[in-house]
Nanobody
């Protein structure tokens, strides 16, 4: 059973930066595709970014050029560096691990963290 614990969320002003971390345990971290997804109040959970076992990365269009996903397999940790933050980035951000080496959508993720709140003030 994979367990995921996010940290690094908080309150930031428009244009600011935050770095989220996700510590993984209980599985072979390097074998899984990992992702960040977010859910704003009243909205469905949406894909933000993913990094496959191969190291390939993918982003939703709205964060391209502003967010960077990375992983440190030696530390079993996933990161999301967020910059040029906007109020519309406000959401609970979830770390997730896929069932395998790739993940093409939010339904490919089998394990989830508890989420960390990111609030961007205008």
């Amino acid at each position: 059973q994979v367990q995921l614990v996010e940290s690094g969320g908080g309150l930031v002003q428009t244009g600011g930066s935050l770095k989220l971390s996700c510590a993984a345990s209980g599985g072979t971290f390097s074998a899984y595709a990992m992702g960040w997804l977010r859910q704003a109040p009243g909205k469905e959970r949406e894909f933000v970014a993913s990094i496959w076992r191969s190291g390939s990365t993918y982003y939703v269009d709205s964060v391209k050029g502003r967010f960077t996903i990375s992983r440190d397999n030696a530390k079993n940790t996933l990161y999301l560096q967020m910059g040029s933050l906007k109020p519309e980035d406000t959401a609970v951000y979830y770390c997730a691990a896929a069932r395998g080496a790739i993940a093409r959508n939010k339904y490919d993720y089998a394990y989830w963290g508890q989420g960390t709140q990111v609030t961007v003030s205008s």
